[in-house]
């Protein structure tokens, strides 16, 4: 009775999965032609948003060290949270049992706490350097 219900869980599981990738087959040829007017926008405002840098700071380098910083602010963010959050686990849901991984977990915590703060005070210090510090 359990091989049956396997073989039928396992029968049902592989035709769905031919069914939802037959459907995205399908839906691929109309969003191609959606992404590509997508990306050539994206490329287009990646790259006004450095020439508009350049111009800010007055040099190519500085503009793009502005801009790499920018992105830097930007995505560090969600990916600092994210290490926050699994810092957490490890302190408050593994750590419970574990002392080792308790502190693992507060390491992970105070590590991209920090590393949040210096990502999004270095533009700013940057910024503050280039405008009052070269003259």
Same mark, same amino acid.
């Given at each position: 009775?359990?091989?049956?219900?396997?073989?039928?869980?396992? %029968? &049902?599981? !592989?035709? /769905? +999965?031919?069914? #939802?990738?037959?459907?995205?087959?399908?839906?691929?040829?109309?969003?191609?032609?959606?992404?590509?007017?997508?990306?050539?926008?994206?490329?287009?405002?990646?790259?006004?948003?450095?020439?508009?840098?350049?111009?800010?700071?007055?040099?190519?380098?500085?503009?793009?060290?502005?801009?790499?910083?920018? %992105? &830097?602010? !930007?995505? /560090? +963010?969600?990916? #600092?949270?994210?290490?926050?959050?699994?810092?957490?686990?490890?302190?408050?849901?593994?750590?419970?049992?574990?002392?080792?991984?308790?502190?693992?977990?507060?390491?992970?915590?105070?590590?991209?706490?920090?590393?949040?703060?210096?990502?999004?005070?270095?533009?700013?210090?940057?910024?503050?350097?280039?405008?009052?510090?070269?003259?």
């Amino acid at each position: 009775m359990k091989r049956a219900i396997l073989i039928a869980t396992l %029968l &049902v599981i !592989i035709f /769905s +999965i031919l069914i #939802c990738t037959n459907k995205v087959y399908a839906a691929e040829q109309v969003i191609d032609e959606e992404t590509e007017s997508k990306l050539v926008e994206i490329k287009d405002n990646a790259s006004n948003s450095l020439e508009d840098y350049k111009e800010k700071y007055g040099s190519d380098v500085y503009g793009v060290v502005a801009y790499i910083l920018n %992105l &830097v602010r !930007i995505y /560090s +963010i969600p990916l #600092c949270f994210l290490g926050i959050a699994i810092g957490a686990i490890h302190q408050y849901v593994i750590g419970i049992r574990k002392l080792d991984t308790l502190e693992k977990g507060m390491g992970l915590i105070v590590t991209f706490v920090t590393l949040l703060i210096i990502c999004q005070i270095l533009p700013l210090a940057f910024a503050v350097f280039v405008k009052f510090g070269r003259g």
